[in-house]
């Protein structure tokens, strides 16, 4: 029910490594920012279907980093393919048939069709335990990003991503994926330009409750 309502979601397509050195990629929808400062983001790892951790929670775990790639609309079905609820220690690189670049701060490595990707150090990893079972249903990633790659060719006049251009995909319910419709820009107001009025309405409001 929760994954049906609480739409969209970005989508964190995340790129880790074992300590034996087998390379993991698979999407996340439970995925944000948590802060700009300093600027963490978070993912949760729901257990597998064995009741295990997944490969990502393990490897990020072990290896304390990874990389978070934005899916965009030109790659969605290759991504796709990593979600395959495939055995521990097999790779979905070469099912996705998406190219890897190498990180600088990290052993996983990014992708390279991504138009954003950031590079993270593990942060902390938060096991979550269901209250009635006492099992482990999860795991909550949160990395420190070190280092974002953004193509020049994604970004407006005003150094900042046009998402007409960056054509993000984000999850909705069931298999469905959404794209980004038209944006809606408002203003946020300001005490400093409209405090004043704001505080008589707010009297106005307070007179009209306590007459009788």
Sequence with gaps: ????????????????????????????????????????????????????????????????????NIINEPFVENANVTSLDAPAGISEWPLSGLAKEPSIHVKAARVQESAFSMECGLFQAVDIIHPNTGKQTATLILGLVKCIHVGNDMLNERGVVDFTKYKPIGRMGDITYGRVGDRIRIPRPSWKLEGEKIQEFLKGVEQGQSAP
């Excluded at 087998?22 to 600027?39: G, L, M, R, Y």
């Excluded at 997944?54 to 072990?62: G, H, P």
């Design 1 to 68: 029910m929760m994954i049906s309502e609480i739409v969209p979601r970005p989508i964190a397509f995340v790129s880790s490594i074992s300590e034996q050195g087998v390379e993991n990629i698979a999407p996340f929808s439970w995925f944000n920012q948590v802060t700009h400062n300093p600027p963490i983001i978070s993912m949760s790892c729901s257990a597998s279907a064995q009741g295990g951790p997944k490969d990502t929670a393990s490897n990020s775990k072990a290896t304390k980093g990874f990389t978070v």
